[in-house]
């Protein structure tokens, strides 16, 4: 059977620690902190923004999260600094498994989408940077229902663009929330288990499937 895959982006696909060469001629010794902060503030607005019906350019939930890693550890950057993390963050590295793995999904037959809480114009230049473009059928922004994931509608948006059915399609990514979003939505879903200290949220909510990269992904596929 042929699906249509929705994969996430930020975390999945592309290496959000690529920042972290950059910040630690920043600041050291501080880099692995910064960084964590960064991305766990990046996911909380968006979560706060989704429930508050705020919705907002995910860069800015980004920008946000990089001032309040500034403030907590308390780290002195400039706008200057502030401003080329930011860039930096329009031209982050894919993991290692990305191009290849993608291409032979693409080749099986499946549909593929880029599925992320980033602005569609944001997302395709990531993606054309990083040289994946090419290995999608599309790219699908929650920004077309101004809400983030794991909001359902977000899901539910995927499946209409796209024209497919929970049953026929599977969110793949490495963010636990986005896995227990789209199962509990209805979809299926692949938890890509990056690293080894990953932790899936204890929420009793099963994945589909539980893959250690995306060359596993055709195996389940096929199962």
């Not at 907002?56 to 993390?85: G, H, M, P, R």
């Not at 049953?167 to 199962?183: E, K, M, T, Y």
């Amino acid at each position: 059977m042929k699906y249509t895959l929705a994969f996430d982006v930020y975390g999945t696909l592309i290496n959000t620690s690529g920042v972290f060469n950059s910040l630690q001629d920043l600041i050291g010794d501080q880099a692995q902190p910064f960084m964590d902060t960064w991305r766990n503030k990046q996911l909380e607005y968006s979560f706060r923004r989704g429930l508050m019906n705020a919705h907002v350019d995910f860069s800015i939930c980004t920008k946000d999260a990089l001032e309040f890693a500034c403030q907590v550890l308390n780290i002195n950057l400039s706008a200057l600094q502030k401003n080329q993390l930011m860039e930096e963050y329009k031209v982050l590295p894919t993991f290692s498994d990305v191009d290849k793995d993608l291409e032979d999904l693409k080749a099986s037959g499946h549909k593929l989408y880029a599925f992320s809480n980033g602005s569609k114009t944001a997302v395709s230049n990531l993606l054309e940077k990083a040289n994946i473009a090419n290995k999608f059928h599309g790219i699908i922004s929650t920004e077309g229902v101004s809400s983030f994931k794991p909001n359902p509608k977000v899901y539910e948006y995927f499946n209409d663009v796209t024209k497919s059915s929970k049953s026929n399609s599977w969110l793949i990514s490495s963010n636990s929330f986005d896995v227990i979003g789209a199962i509990s939505y209805g979809m299926q879903s692949a938890w890509l288990q990056r690293t080894q200290e990953s932790i899936l949220d204890p929420w009793g909510i099963v994945p589909t499937a539980v893959i250690k990269s995306l060359k596993d992904l055709s195996a389940v596929l096929k199962s």
